[in-house]
């Protein structure tokens, strides 16, 4: 086994991601002592936008989301979710298939 170089300190974030896009971590760290790590409290990041939407697809989705008992937003993101996911397997499909 390779001897590991020692990591040095760091005076800021930006000094950081520079030497680490200059150097491999496998010379710093021993990855064989690694262990799997689980976050399950970790939420995703996420990103306020403004859309314009007709007021009869608002309604259905407040209607649709009143009947799952979610709120009328998650639901929106539920939806916009699902059919990215359709559109996206749709795709590979056809690039498969080509």
């Known amino acids: 086994m390779k001897k590991l170089k020692r990591t040095p300190q760091f005076r ?9 896009a200059q150097n491999d971590s496998a010379d710093f760290v021993d ?4 262990k799997q790590a689980s976050f399950p409290n970790l ?25 799952e ?5 998650s639901m929106m993101k539920m939806l916009l979710s699902e059919k990215v996911q359709e559109a996206l397997e ?9």
């Open 31 to 34: 990855y064989s002592k690694a």
């Open 69 to 73: 008992d979610v709120p009328y937003q």
């Open 12 to 20: 800021s974030e930006q000094q950081e991601r520079e030497f680490w």
């Open 43 to 67: 939420k995703p990041t996420s990103r306020a936008i403004s859309i314009r939407l007709p007021e009869s697809l608002i309604e259905n989705i407040k209607m649709l989301a009143n009947r």
């Open 90 to 98: 749709s795709r590979r499909r056809k690039k498969a298939a080509a």
